[in-house]
């Protein structure tokens, strides 16, 4: 009787056996496939990862300018730097302190825009310069980033306005301000 058991339990064990990996080999093959076409899509930039030229993505984004549509022309526009503007300040201690800035600059009409855009080494050299004169202390209060903003923009609007005849840039804005 035991043997008949046996076999029983084998019989079972061997089926469910058999089940298991039958649906381990299905799962991989899906996986493959998945990740085959995947990575041919990836690689020939075939949907989902179609390349998109610049006019889709701006068409895209909604901030497709037409020349015929003058609010459209004379709108702000915002600018943004490829990196951050990280720099050390010197503090009351012997520790240093970083910060870290994401700057946003806001200029009327595409005209500009283009124009600042063109001049972006030029604004992104005196933000720099202008980084490297401050303090922690006068950072660390929402009045001493106030007052950074407008160091900010008067320096760009001077170093503009000596180059083209032009301030161009309307307001600095931080996106992103970190301190440690």
């Not at 005196?126 to 980084?131: A, D, K, V």
């Amino acid at each position: 009787m035991s043997e008949q058991a046996d076999d029983l339990d084998s019989g079972f064990k061997s089926k469910s056996r058999r089940k298991l990996l039958a649906l381990i080999g299905f799962v991989l093959a899906f996986i493959l496939v998945v990740g085959g076409y995947g990575t041919y899509a990836y690689l020939y930039q075939k949907w989902p990862f179609s390349s998109l030229d610049a006019n889709n993505a701006v068409m895209i984004a909604g901030q497709e300018v037409s020349m015929d549509d003058p609010a459209a022309l004379t709108a702000d526009q915002y600018i943004r730097f490829d990196s951050a503007f990280t720099f050390n300040l010197p503090g009351d201690n012997r520790r240093g302190h970083m910060v870290q800035v994401d700057v946003a600059l806001v200029v009327h009409g595409v005209q500009n825009a283009t124009l600042a855009q063109k001049h972006l080494p030029l604004i992104s050299a005196t933000i720099s310069e202008i980084c490297a004169q401050q303090d922690y202390e006068s950072l660390a209060s929402p009045s001493g980033r106030e007052r950074f903003k407008r160091l900010l923009l008067d320096g760009i609007r001077t170093k503009l306005t000596g180059v083209i005849n032009d301030p161009l840039v309307e307001q600095v804005l931080f996106t992103n301000f970190v301190m440690q």
